[in-house]
């Protein structure tokens, strides 16, 4: 799995974990073959944008989000999104996820006269317990042991938002992640590096966090924070509805 550099710089790859990579196909070999079926899938956006010539934003500063959508071959402009999160209490994480997400996208619409708008969140929880960036290596700590030996969700909310009409469509991805049990040793040591504190849960597994799951029931790059497949399905929804008709 490749993992992106800070922005402005190269992006750098990793050597890849066939463990994981291999655990992916055997549990959702259909996303896995979405996933990897990249020259297929480029032509996805290209086609999109000759024929409709419809200008792609991404409602993030994300650097996986930005490098996944590169990966893709989906040309795009990056805003920064300013917006009110939703609150948390009494919200299961899809309803939570997608209303960011829709409200990261809307957040931009003033300035974009015309083009797709795309806003995603993605957040880790427990049954319905959302878990966010941690603040603290206090927060981060108990977040881990929270995760560690059990499964939890990784759920992904997607919202295009249409310009000038501000019209909207949704979508979600939700990916199972089964950790194993943590030690304390293995939680102090993944602590002292910068990697935990951006990331929802208080961990990437795209980075060395990967070392703790057991294993991946559907989307991995879902996980990474970018479900693409799911992503694509929904141009393409958008392309065919009268939503998007141009000039």
């Known amino acids: 799995m490749e993992r ?66 590169h990966n893709f071959g989906i040309r795009f402009h990056v805003l920064d999104p300013n917006y009110d999160e939703p609150i948390i209490r009494g919200t299961d994480p899809r309803s939570y996820a997608i209303a960011s997400a829709k409200a990261k996208a809307l957040s931009v619409t003033g300035k974009v006269k015309k ?18 960036k941690p603040g603290t290596r206090t927060e981060a700590e108990k977040m881990l042991k929270l995760l560690s030996g059990r499964t939890h969700s990784v759920v992904s909310g997607i919202a295009l938002v249409r310009m000038p009409e501000k019209q909207v469509l949704i979508s979600s991805e939700t990916t199972l992640i089964a950790f194993h049990r943590l030690s304390d040793r293995e939680i102090e040591h993944y602590l002292a590096a910068p990697e935990p504190y951006d990331k929802a849960g208080a961990y990437g597994i795209q980075g060395n966090a990967y070392r703790f799951v057991r ?29 998007l008709q141009t000039d």
Do not use: F, M
């Open 215 to 243: 294993e991946v029931n559907g989307s991995y790059l879902n996980v990474v924070g970018l479900p693409i497949c799911r992503l694509l399905s929904l141009l393409q929804q958008a392309k065919a509805s009268p939503l």
């Open 4 to 69: 992106p550099a800070l922005l402005g710089s190269t992006y750098q790859s990793q050597p890849a974990r066939p463990a994981l990579e291999i655990r992916l196909r055997s549990q959702n070999q259909k996303t896995a073959r979405c996933e990897i079926r990249q020259r297929h899938i480029q032509n996805i956006p290209a086609r999109l944008k000759r024929k409709r010539k419809v200008q792609i934003y991404l409602a993030s500063t994300s650097p996986r989000r930005q490098y996944l959508l």
């Open 115 to 132: 083009g797709l708008i795309i806003g995603v969140d993605t957040v880790v929880a427990v049954k319905r317990r959302i878990l966010g």
